[in-house]
């Protein structure tokens, strides 16, 4: 995980790995027949950490749903300044780098998306009606993913944390209008 995220998808060679691994290379092998094949285990743990690694910890004494959200992005922000702007998110970066993966890695990538999504869904559906009934809770929950990647991109891009910044406060904008139309149409 660790290489994938420092040098790369690409950048990353086997013999990299041995080192990182401590382990020679008829021990990888036997796990491993081929780099794609570690990236693969890379995704499925991504995919099966979510929760324990990502959320839980974000999440960590925040009981209000929406405010669940941008906590999530608060500890992306932590990451991007911990890092001088150098983090990347990791799923999103292999994204990136690879154009055009076979099949399973690109199923995988779309899994590992579609469970930060859904995270974010379960959260706007647990916001209720302090939404507009009309909202489309998943295309929210996708706009926030992009609006992270995309605050996350700028920032590494241009070293700079404001892009970020400047992308969660305009998300919080569009909330902020999301409830004042639930409230006038009378919802609390």
């Known amino acids: 995980m660790d290489l994938f995220w420092e040098k790369g998808y690409g950048a990353t060679s086997i013999a990299d790995l041995l080192k990182a691994a401590e382990v020679n290379?008829?021990?990888?092998y036997?796990?491993?027949p081929g780099k794609q094949d570690v990236l693969l285990a890379?995704?499925?743990?991504?995919?099966?950490?979510?929760?324990?690694?990502?959320?839980d910890p974000a999440w960590e004494g925040v009981d209000d749903p929406l405010e669940r959200i941008f906590a999530l992005l608060a500890a992306y922000r932590r990451m991007v300044v911990e890092t001088d702007c150098l983090f990347g998110c990791p799923i999103g970066s292999i994204a990136l780098e690879l154009h055009e993966p076979d099949?399973?890695?690109r199923e995988l990538l779309a899994v590992n998306f579609s469970g930060w999504t859904g995270a974010v869904r379960e959260c706007l559906e647990a916001a209720g009606d302090r939404l507009p009934?009309?909202?489309d809770r998943q295309a929210l929950a996708e706009f926030v993913l992009c609006t992270m990647e995309g605050g996350i991109?700028?920032?590494?891009?241009?070293?700079?944390?404001g892009y970020f910044d400047r992308a969660v406060a305009q998300l919080g904008t569009h909330f902020e209008l999301l409830a004042l139309t639930a409230q006038e149409r009378g919802n609390p």
């Open 103 to 105: 099949p399973a890695v």
């Open 25 to 28: 290379s008829g021990s990888l």
């Open 133 to 135: 009934p009309q909202t």
């Open 42 to 55: 890379v995704l499925e743990a991504y995919r099966t950490g979510i929760r324990e690694r990502l959320l």
């Open 30 to 32: 036997h796990f491993f």
């Open 153 to 161: 991109m700028q920032a590494r891009t241009h070293r700079d944390v």
